[in-house]
Nanobody, 128 residues
């Protein structure tokens, strides 16, 4: 019902920036919570950021403490796209990044199990 395709990953030196894009198709995402997660080597999927759009009380963003002040999530519901602007990247940000769609948000946006659809992911590598 919802197809997600991430792009924008790559290699960057510490302190650099990358912008990830999640292109959604299948249905409008205006009433869907969209999130970004990442998986570092040997670790489980970790919450990064989420944006509830106009649903559930209006626009609101959520961030993991580890990325607050450095990452910015945004969305264009007309284009059905979600973005993750990553600034001041650190080596510990190295991971495979996934875009997720949470159809029925229950306030558990930080947990991967809450999301109904996922993209294929995109690799982000930050060198020292």
């Amino acid at each position: 019902q919802v197809q997600l395709v991430e792009s924008g990953g790559g290699w960057v030196q510490a302190g650099g920036s990358l912008r990830l894009t999640c292109a959604a198709s299948g249905r409008p995402i205006g009433n869907i919570v969209m999130g970004w997660f990442r998986e570092a080597p040997g670790k489980h999927r970790e919450f990064v950021a989420a944006h509830n759009g106009v649903a559930y009380g209006g626009p609101r963003t959520y961030y993991a403490d580890s990325v607050k002040g450095r990452f910015t999530i945004s969305r264009d519901d007309v284009k059905n796209m979600v973005y993750l602007q990553m600034d001041s990247l650190k080596p510990e940000d190295t991971a495979y990044y996934y875009c997720g769609a949470d159809i029925n948000w229950g306030g558990d946006t930080q947990y991967p199990a809450a999301y109904d659809y996922w993209g294929q992911g995109t690799q982000v590598s930050v060198s020292s």
